[in-house]
């Protein structure tokens, strides 16, 4: 069955960068492009940006250009997703998710979530 | 970049009743790219509907999507008390920028 498990808890102070992982199983990890998703506690879903693990392609929305980086290990089937200049705003839960299907923009598959904090 | 606006933002509902919720866009959605997410405290959203009317795999009957261009419908026939919860509809037809809605909360009455 198809899982992305992420990496733990971040505490970052303000100004550094964070970088979370995504590994991927159960599924060919270069053929489903993988989308970073964000929530601050009690708003609502952000869409960040979106990998595809086979080119390495990237697109990122338009807040967060300059700012996030998205990679991938397609030896160990991870994605990741770096962020820096961190300020207090960036605090909230990071999920990766998978497209449900080839070429597609829904996410069908998501991982349980990273929460990072940005705190002096 | 489309906007994506839902109403209401909370609905008070009880269990057995049906529930419309709605999902209005800025501009018209291409070829129907629209997908509504269930989100329960503490866990990741799950994926309902995609291409504004299929149900995932495994999402039972209650659930359906309906609507085109810029206006979409997501309707729980009867409410099952595992069904409250927010939802979020998401457009993913000016790929590759994707956009959520605020979301509506399903609440017990």
């Known amino acids: 069955q198809v899982q992305l498990v992420q990496s733990g808890a971040e505490v970052k102070k303000p100004g550094a960068s964070v970088k979370v992982s995504c590994k991927a199983s159960g599924y060919t990890f270069t053929s489903y492009d993988i989308n970073w998703v964000r929530q601050a506690t009690g708003q609502g879903l952000e869409w960040m940006g979106w990998?595809?693990?086979?080119?390495?392609?990237?697109g990122y929305a338009q807040k967060f250009q300059g700012r996030v980086t998205m990679t991938r290990n397609t030896s160990i089937s991870t994605a990741y997703m770096e962020l820096s200049s961190l300020r207090s705003e960036d605090t909230a839960v990071y999920y990766c998710a998978r497209v449900g299907s080839r070429g597609s923009g829904y996410f069908g598959y998501w991982g349980q979530g990273t929460l990072v904090t940005v705190s002096s | 970049e489309i906007v994506l606006t839902q109403s209401p933002g909370t609905l008070s509902l009880s269990p057995g009743e049906r529930a419309t919720l709605s999902c209005r866009a800025s501009q018209s959605v291409s070829s129907s790219y629209l997908a509504w997410y269930q989100q329960k405290p503490g866990q990741a959203p799950r994926l309902l509907i995609y291409?504004?009317?299929s149900r995932a795999t495994g999402i039972p009957d209650r659930f359906s999507g309906s609507g085109s261009g810029t206006d979409f419908t997501l309707t729980i026939s009867r409410l099952e008390p595992e069904d409250f919860a927010v939802y979020y509809c998401?457009?993913?037809?000016?790929?590759?920028?994707?956009?959520f809605g605020p979301g509506t909360k399903v609440d017990i009455k």
């Open positions: 291409g504004a009317s």
């Open positions: 998401q457009q993913y037809g000016s790929s590759p920028v994707f956009t």
């Open positions: 990998m595809n693990p086979n080119s390495g392609n990237t």
